[in-house]
């Protein structure tokens, strides 16, 4: 799945301040998604992917299986703002970004660049070596989140894979290789 145009790297908890860029609100941590974040993460899910949503079953099924690469932007009180979501190989050393959304008042502001590098530095530490993703091929501000973070187009075809999702749903797959720590 993938995000549409989006738009913050610590592991933290800590309190959260008033952001400059959004008057009275605050600037949301970035976090491990907790079990309790379930029903806000498919309100924001829904909010965001709209028709292409992921089911809650289907969200708690991957929060099963993917918790430690589940991170969340929390502005406290229960509001989520945004996610990233990969999944993971154990024996190829692979994993997919099948998720990754800000909430749209709040995109523009580096915030899939941080849920984005810190996902990426997860993977890196847990031994992973190759990243992919899928983006809607017209989705110009999501494409250069992912260039500028160093992932490019698969070959053949500059990535494009017609009808990916059924008909009329083209995506293209980039991927990413992680250098491995010395």
């Known amino acids: 799945m993938t995000a549409e145009p989006l738009e913050r790297t610590l592991d933290h908890d800590g309190p959260l301040v008033e952001s400059a860029g959004f008057p009275g609100a605050r600037s949301p941590s970035l ?3 907790r079990e ?6 498919r309100r ?27 991170l969340v932007l929390d502005e406290g009180e229960g509001r989520l703002r945004g996610y990233v979501l990969a999944a993971t ?5 692979d994993s997919w970004i099948l998720g990754l959304c800000v909430t749209r008042n709040r995109r523009r502001h580096g915030l899939g660049r941080e849920l984005m590098t810190e996902v990426l530095a997860r993977l890196r ?11 809607e091929p017209a989705n110009r501000p999501a494409i250069r989140l992912y260039r500028s ?30 250098p491995r720590d010395s």
């Open 149 to 178: 973070l160093g992932f490019r187009p698969e070959p053949p075809d500059d990535g494009l894979r017609r009808d990916y999702f059924g008909p009329g749903q083209d995506r293209r797959i980039m991927h990413l290789r992680l």
């Open 44 to 70: 924001l899910d829904e909010e965001v992917f709209q028709e292409v949503a992921y089911p809650a079953f289907l969200l708690r099924q991957l929060y099963d299986m993917y918790a430690e690469h589940l």
């Open 125 to 135: 530490r847990d031994g992973i070596e190759q990243v992919r993703l899928t983006v």
């Open 89 to 93: 190989t154990a024996l190829n050393r």
């Open 31 to 33: 976090r491990a998604a």
């Open 36 to 41: 309790s974040d379930l029903p806000e993460l």
